[in-house]
């Protein structure tokens, strides 16, 4: 409780696994978050970052495995270049003890590849939001996982087609989710690993059908003309997927 009151963070082993789940308040690297800017000064701020390092330490000395969840993904534009910096250096020194990032806070489907010239470490799920706020139809996902080894499986994607269900409203009848998509049969995707997410961005690379169907995903599947993935939504696509230090996505989609 301590950690959750000076911080809002925590971690937990579950039960009967060797996972052990780290609750990171991913507000730290908000750009709009203005404590953030007063670093320099602020003990509690580096008391954060060295607190999640600790654990994913604590949990590699113990032989375990580390899940972490947090709300801003560090390869969001609204973050700062330091967020993605300290996650690069955080994923790549434990990238075989951390064996999934769960976040969320864009409302959108994507994922962003932590790595770097020398090498790929991770990967960071972002999952789509219930509510239909930035123009969304509201999605959830349910994620599987091999408890003995840790390692993420797949998903499957839900979403509810707003559209449908104002309809069946004005008929009194009631709406209900449908399943989207799931990761095996969509994107060919074995597991959610870093390497089986680096050969999917290969494949963006060469299948222009295959990128457009990631971008109509993004939105959960909200608007029609997502399915038509010009050069320009193809390359900013390609920069969000493959950075994670935002100043590097602005760089590259400015090219």
């Known amino acids: 409780m301590e950690t959750v009151k000076r911080s809002a963070c925590y971690s937990v082993v579950i039960p009967n696994t060797n996972l052990k789940l780290v609750s990171f308040n991913a507000n730290y690297g908000y750009d709009v978050n203005f ?18 390092v600790l654990e994913v330490d604590i949990a590699e000395k113990a032989g375990q495995k580390v899940l972490i969840i947090a709300h801003v993904p560090p390869g969001d534009t609204s973050t700062q270049p330091s967020y993605g910096e300290f ?36 990967v960071v799920m972002v ?34 087609n707003l559209t449908k269900a104002n309809e069946m409203a004005a008929l009194k009848q009631v709406p209900s989710f449908e399943l989207s998509y799931t990761t095996a049969l969509e994107y060919g995707l074995e597991d959610l690993t870093p390497h089986s997410y680096a050969a999917l961005i290969e494949r963006f690379e060469k299948y222009e059908n295959l990128i457009s169907t990631y971008n109509y995903n993004k939105h959960s599947k909200s608007h029609e003309a997502d399915k038509n993935c010009d050069m320009t939504c193809q390359r900013n696509i390609l920069c969000a997927v493959q950075n994670i230090i935002s100043s590097n996505i602005l760089a590259c989609e400015a090219v």
């Open 35 to 52: 404590y953030s800017y007063l670093n320099d000064i602020n003990v509690d701020y580096f008391l954060l970052l060295d607190w999640l």
């Open 87 to 122: 996650y690069l250096n955080l994923t790549k020194r434990y990238g075989s003890t951390i064996v999934g990032h769960l976040t969320g806070h864009t409302h959108n489907d994507e994922f962003e590849l932590v790595q770097d010239e020398y090498g790929v470490y991770g």
């Open 127 to 160: 999952a789509p939001s219930v509510t239909p706020y930035t123009n969304n139809n509201p999605a959830f996902r349910i994620y599987t996982m091999d408890l003995i080894t840790g390692t993420l499986l797949g998903y499957h994607q839900y979403f509810l």
